[in-house]
C-alpha cells in the first residue's frame, strides 16, 4: 500500500502537469478548431524564464509572484506574435497547413530556447521550502500541492470565462462559424488573437509551475508537449473538464506503468493511451 501511495501522488503531480498543457490545446481548439503542436514550446519558455527570474543563477531574482506572472505573460504575448506573423498571414486557410505551421514553430522555438539558454539542464528552488508530507508512509511534495491548487483555479476559471462572459461566447461563435460570427459584429481576428494569448499565457504558466520539480532544458517541451495533447485527447479535446480528467488519468496510468511493470515504458504509455481513445472512442471521454 505504501508503494502504491507513492506511485499515486507521483501519479497526480505528473497528472496536474499534462492537465495544464492540456488546458493550453483545449483552449485554443475552442476557440479556434486549431491545434498548435507547439504548444510544448511555450511551456518550455515559462520554465526557462523561471531559471532567469527565480533559479539558482538568476539575473533578475523576481518575487516568486512576479516572476509566474511574468512568464505567463511572456507565453501570452509569443502566442500573438506568432498568431499575427506565422498564422494570419497564411493564404491558404487549411488546418493541415496550419498544423505544418505549428510543428515548424516548434523547431524553431526549441532552436532559439537552445540560442538564449544553452543545452545545460538547469534547476529552480521550489515556491516553498517546506518538507514533503507523509501520509501513511508515502510523500507528496508541497510543490505537487501547488500545482494542483493553480490548475483547479484554472479550470475554473476558464469555464466561467466561456460561459458567462460575452468575449468567451463571441470566442466560441467565431470558432463554429466565422462569417456567420462576423456578420453578427464579432472580430473574428481579434478573438483568434486572444484565443492564442490565453493558450500561450496557458503554456507559459505550466512551464513556470513545473520549474521547481523537473530539469529545465529547452528540449523539455516537445515531449511535454506531446503528453499534453494525448491528455487532452484522452478527456475530449475542448473540453476542460475532458483535459483535467485526461491529465490524471495519463499520469496516474504513467507512474503505476513504471513502478509495476517497467521504467522504460514511460514515454510509450502516453502514446498507447493516445492510440486506444483514437481507436476505442476518437472524441474522447466527453467529446
Known sequence: ??????????????????????????????????????????????????????????????????????????????GVVFERLAIRTVRRDDPIVLVIITVGASILFRSLGTLVWGKDPAVVPAFTQAEPLDIAGAYLNVQSLWILGIVILMVLFLTL??????????????????????????????????????????????????????????????????KGFSAAMLGGLGSFRGAVLGGFLLGVAESLGVGYVSSSLKDAIAFLLLLLILYARPSGIFG
Open 1 to 78: 500500500m505504501q508503494a502504491f501511495l507513492q506511485y499515486l501522488f507521483t501519479g497526480l503531480t505528473n497528472g496536474a502537469i499534462y492537465a495544464v498543457i492540456a488546458l493550453g490545446y483545449s483552449t485554443l481548439f475552442s476557440s479556434t478548431e486549431l491545434i498548435n503542436f507547439a504548444q510544448g514550446e511555450f511551456v518550455m519558455l515559462g520554465a526557462m524564464l523561471m531559471v532567469t527570474f527565480v533559479g539558482m543563477n538568476a539575473a533578475l531574482h523576481l518575487p516568486w509572484p512576479a516572476a509566474i506572472l511574468a512568464a505567463a505573460a511572456a507565453g501570452a504575448l509569443l
Open 161 to 226: 470565462f466561456y460561459r458567462k462572459t460575452l468575449t468567451g461566447k463571441a470566442m466560441e461563435a467565431a470558432a463554429f462559424n466565422k462569417k456567420a460570427a462576423a456578420l453578427l459584429g464579432i472580430p473574428t481576428r481579434r478573438m483568434t488573437s486572444l484565443a492564442f494569448a490565453l493558450s500561450g499565457g496557458l503554456g507559459g504558466l505550466a512551464g513556470a509551475i513545473i520549474a521547481p520539480i523537473t530539469m529545465n532544458t529547452c528540449d523539455m517541451g516537445t515531449m511535454l508537449g506531446i
